[in-house]
């Protein structure tokens, strides 16, 4: 009974910053060992791409084109997942969904090892 809902989409400005929230239900993220959590996006005809996730073990990975820009942290006493992110680029312009999972090793950032998906918050960033 897993589920995730994500919260803190909206518009804003290039350059501007947004914080996008995942609270989890049904497992305390804490408990379970090898376990990631991760922010992937979508845009309108194209793929789901990972942006940046993290292990239970605090470990965390981004893609090149967020680095620098985007930050994940968890607060694992209130089964809550953050993407914290800054200096927006029209091209961030996406459907952000929060996911969880125990993947095999190093495909952390493939979103088809994950089965558990919040419903999405957009985020339009606007020139």
């Known amino acids: 009974q897993v589920q995730l809902v994500e919260s803190g989409g909206g518009s804003v400005q290039a350059g501007g910053s947004l914080r996008l929230s995942c609270a989890a239900s049904?497992?305390?993220?804490?408990?379970?060992?090898?376990?990631?959590m991760g922010w992937f996006r979508q845009a309108p005809g194209k793929e789901r791409e990972g942006v940046a996730f993290?292990?239970?073990?605090?470990?965390?990975n981004y893609a090149d084109s967020v680095k620098g820009r985007f930050t994940i942290a968890k607060d694992s006493f209130k089964n809550t997942l953050y993407l914290q992110m800054n200096s927006l680029k029209p091209e961030d312009t996406a459907m952000y969904y929060c996911a969880a999972d125990r993947p095999p090793p190093g495909s952390y950032g493939a979103a088809l090892e994950y089965s558990y998906w919040g419903q999405g918050t957009q985020v339009t960033v606007s020139s």
């Open positions: 993290i292990a239970n073990d605090g470990t965390t």
């Open positions: 049904g497992y305390t993220y804490g408990r379970y060992r090898r376990v990631y």
